[in-house]
């Protein structure tokens, strides 16, 4: 078996679109440290790319520039490619906005190295134990259904239970791209996770997401309730418990509602306000999870 130098990105990946929601995104997990830093790109409206193996990271913005222009993601894919005198090491997965995919793995890979396209998707990979990797992946996205950050964490897993990365696991990453997406509604940056340095990367990266959904994403209108009778008795003994309520006043709704205002804002949870009066569960639920604070010395 021939030596894999360790600055070859190995790795598998997968870069979609949505089209009911416009979403692009993509997905990876790789032995190799950070690799959120190297692989992923995505811009709103223009495409994903996914660049890896001896990762040419200028194919990632130079690709962006080429689909905003209006090219394919096909059209873009054989123009970097063209222009690389080392293509043969790369291996490349683009889809652009319109759903329309393309991947590339260059002859020197090392194996296993291959992708696929389908409808909305490419999935690829190389050093991996095996084209079940790339397979499962593409399988999963076509028959998962929800929001496109889950079908990819989803496909990722996939990949993952049907060998993976054949030199083991490291680093992992999930980036999704929507118009007004970003924080605060300032740039397209929806969803940027990553795992460094992890010995399960994958499942650490679920992790994240689902953090990341309960600190930015609105209340459900389901799980919005009254603070009032056993929410409202529920709400005041963990306030007190973390901290925040003298107990004397649990009956004051006043001295409730800053305090429970004081909480929400010191954990964060600015997009989970439900209005003076009302609470969402999943913050409730999140506050009965948290160690009581310890006592002074």
């Known amino acids: 078996m021939k030596r894999i130098p360790k600055d070859v990105v190995a790795t598998f990946s997968i870069v979609a ?23 992923p ?11 890896q193996s001896y990762a040419n990271t200028s194919y990632g ?28 090491l790369r291996q490349v997965g683009i889809v652009d906005a319109k759903g329309r995919a393309a991947t590339f793995t260059g002859k020197k890979c090392y194996s ?25 992946m593409g399988k999963t996205f076509e028959q998962t259904k929800g929001p496109l950050a889950e079908r990819l964490l989803k496909a990722l897993q996939a990949g993952q239970a049907a060998g993976g990365d054949r030199r083991g696991q490291q680093s992992a990453a999930l980036l999704v791209v929507k118009e007004g997406g970003g924080y605060g509604g300032f740039n397209d940056r929806y969803i940027d996770l990553r795992v460094d340095d992890h010995s399960q990367p994958i499942e650490e990266l679920i992790r994240l997401y689902q953090l ?5 994403e609105k209340p459900r209108p389901e799980k919005v309730a009254a603070i009032e009778g056993a929410v409202k008795e529920e709400v005041a003994a963990e306030l007190v418990r973390l901290g925040y309520l003298p ?11 800053q305090a429970l205002t004081a909480y929400i804002h010191t954990e964060n949870f600015e997009e989970r306000e439900a209005g003076k009066g009302k ?7 999140y506050m009965k999870q948290q160690p009581s604070p310890k006592a002074a010395d």
């Open 41 to 51: 790109w995505a811009k709103a409206g223009v495409g994903a790319v996914a660049t």
């Open 112 to 136: 296993w190295a291959g992708g696929i396209t389908g409808p909305n998707y490419a999935a690829q990979g190389n050093i991996l134990a095996g084209e079940e990797t790339v397979l499962a």
């Open 247 to 257: 107990e004397e006043k649990t009956g004051d709704s006043e001295a409730l509602h």
């Open 61 to 88: 913005p130079r690709g962006l520039e080429w689909m905003a222009e209006g090219k394919t993601a096909q059209e873009t894919l054989e123009r970097l490619i063209a222009d690389d005198s080392e293509r043969d």
């Open 17 to 39: 679109f949505d089209p009911a929601t416009g979403e692009l995104g993509i997905a990876v997990q790789s032995k190799f440290l950070g690799v959120g830093a190297v692989v």
């Open 212 to 216: 990341r959904q309960l600190y930015f």
């Open 279 to 285: 609470i969402d569960l999943d913050v409730l639920a």
